[in-house]
């Protein structure tokens, strides 16, 4: 069998998915995912890949013999096929990692996932009416302004969220904001001393923000913890 490690946000959920599913169709093993890290996430995020695989089956490491059983750690494979020069005599495998690039996963698995994603959000009503204004819109920008937990890794500056702003919006007057953020108040103050008009969207459920943000035509985006905010 193959146990997928789960933890972080969605788009952390998503790859590391992308991966295991990946894995689990080429070598055609069962596929499992263990979401006991969420039990004492620091940030408070919860497990959200059963909104984007409805055949999801979960594990607790815990409850099997673990006998035969093989970690593998993000930095052993650099790409998906790099899987067959692992041992014959494997028969756990359990993925930890986060695996964020194309090269860890088929370009199928990501095709059905956003569909996946699509079918989701859209299926919840009071979501419609948001997806509608961003698609009806000249330009709508996603801005998201993501500070909860990267205080320690380091913050964009407001100077940079109203620097890429400004640009977008002198490409088209007509441009929308639709504001994706772990700290409204923070960003309402950013936006109304600017008197910047906004739609602040909070549907309470990541794969659906995720969702609203892919209609947009624009993005501001926080940094990753990997890039320089200077």
Known sequence: MIINYLKGGIGNQIFQHALAKSLSLRLNRELFTEISYYQHDPY??????????????????RDIDKTG?????????????????????????????????????DKKIAIDFIENIKKYSTNL?????IANKINTSDSPIALHIRRRDYGHMGLCKTSYYSAAIDFLKSLNSNSE???????????????????????????????????????CKNFVISNSPEFDTK
């Not at 750690?73 to 964020?100: A, F, M, R, T, V």
């Not at 639709?178 to 969207?201: A, M």
């Open 44 to 61: 408070g995020f919860k497990s959200k890949i059963q909104n984007i695989d409805p055949d999801i089956k979960f594990i607790n490491i």
């Open 125 to 129: 009503e009071n979501n419609n009416e």
């Open 69 to 105: 059983a093989y970690l593998l750690k993000e930095g052993q494979i650099s790409k998906l096929n790099e899987i067959k020069h692992l041992p014959d005599s494997i028969k756990i495998l359990i993925l930890e990692g986060y695996w964020q690039g194309e090269e860890y996963f």
């Open 177 to 215: 904001l639709f504001v994706f953020s772990d700290e409204p108040n923070y960003t309402r103050h950013l936006l109304e001393s600017r008197n910047l008009s906004f739609t602040l969207i909070d549907t309470g459920d990541d794969s659906v923000d995720l969702y609203l943000m892919s209609r």
